[in-house]
């Protein structure tokens, strides 16, 4: 049963289109304002939502963009009391389905919506392959379950490339810091080509020793050697007629990146210990953290191995440099979350998502997850606030708060050659690098610059960092 939440401020004809659509086979849900409505949605999915323009806290234009931001695969059609062509065709632009003034007819409003979700049937349609349940999101591309689409300009980039390479054989290699998600990306690209019904085989090759290697990749024959009490298939055989993903592959020894090279020239195996050489129609996607072509001028990694997978490349941006995608996931994550431990956390406070914007994620998007799991677990509220969050991330509100708290004036360029006000400017810079590294606590500051606090205040008021 498809499910529309009607968002107006009139409760008589919110109450009357439910009664409407209820009667027409729809799960229908009300909001009576623009906040009301997206706390409905952070908690389920809808397939559309009836949106008044006007309402007391929003208008349907801003209520709109924040829907596409945070639930790109939601349907939204305007409702307003007067036609406007300049504006419809802003809110079109703006991602809405349709647009559609009153007086509302019972006829216009049901065929309205049954286009809408037959249109959204390219984008929502649910799809199983693997075990797995990945759904078409956007552009009639299938992805994988995990799989989050930002909003960012990189995001649109990655999408395209995903699409682009997708249909074809080409081997890709995919590069970024750990954690940016590498593997859900090579699901995504295994997912939308013609092997999307073969089996998707993963292998971490940072977790392979030189001996166990050949094994893994190329299968042996019982008795092969000490321990081979069986006969096995390695990963190439596994994944033949599908697609072999290959993480950390700049963790291999060269002598395994040699074996390797000829398994993938020839398309050929040959199991440890076996006669019969198998034929491989394997696509091969591989990963790595680290720079290759640095790899390659310190004898790490085989130049011509590097060549036969890099018929394309794709790089995965750190979680830091993606501005506000970082709230899009942070968002699917808490949802994803509630209903793990079937709590009800509407969003985020304010000062978190202030600290999700400005903290580096190290771990990019995986400990993003690990950290929206563990906030959700504490929080008592429906609101995640700082004290949910990890130290090392909380402190960072607090480092910015005492940073804005405090005028840094510049000093004088005038003179720079002069000795003494070189030496100023040393201790200007360094005085400054330490009270951000103890966020601001000009105890510990005084301690690490091996000085009293009170000559630690002296300074400050000598090179111009003075409280607001």
Known sequence: MKKILIVDDEINIGLLLSRFLSKHNFQVNTATSGSSAMEILSKEDYNLVLCDFRLQDTDGRELL??????????????????????????LIKLGAYDYITKPLYPDEILNTINKALETQKAFSKDYSADNSSPVIKKGGQIMPEEFIIGQSATSMELMRHIKLIAPTNYSVILTGESGTGKESIAKAIHLNSGRKDKPFIAMDCGSLTKELAGSEFFGHEKGAFTGALFAKPGHFEMANGGTLFLDEIGNLSYET???????????????????KEIELDVRIIVATNENLHVA?????????????????????????????DILIFADAFLKSTNAELSKNVAGFSEDVQKCFLSYNWPGNVRELKNVIRRAVLLT??????????????????????????????????????????????????????????????KTKAAQLLNIDRKTLYNKMKSINLSKK
């Open 257 to 275: 990146q040699a074996a390797l090279l000829r398994t993938v020239q020839e398309r050929k195996v040959k199991r440890i210990g076996g006669l």
């Open 380 to 441: 008592e509220g429906n609101i995640v606030q700082i004290k949910s969050l990890p130290l090392e991330i909380a402190n960072y509100s607090n480092t910015f708060a005492a940073e804005k708290a405090y005028a840094l004036k510049p000093l004088s360029e005038e003179n720079s050659h002069n000795l003494k006000d070189a030496t100023i400017q040393a201790e200007y810079a360094t005085i400054i690098q330490v009270l951000r590294e103890v966020n601001f606590n």
């Open 296 to 324: 390659i001028q310190n004898n790490r990694f085989r130049e011509d191995l590097y060549h036969r997978f890099n018929e394309f490349s794709i790089h995965l941006p750190p979680l830091r440099n993606r501005g506000n």
């Open 65 to 90: 963009k924040k829907i596409k931001v945070r639930h790109p695969q939601t349907g939204v059609i305007i409702i307003t009391g007067y036609s406007d062509i300049k504006l419809a065709v802003e």
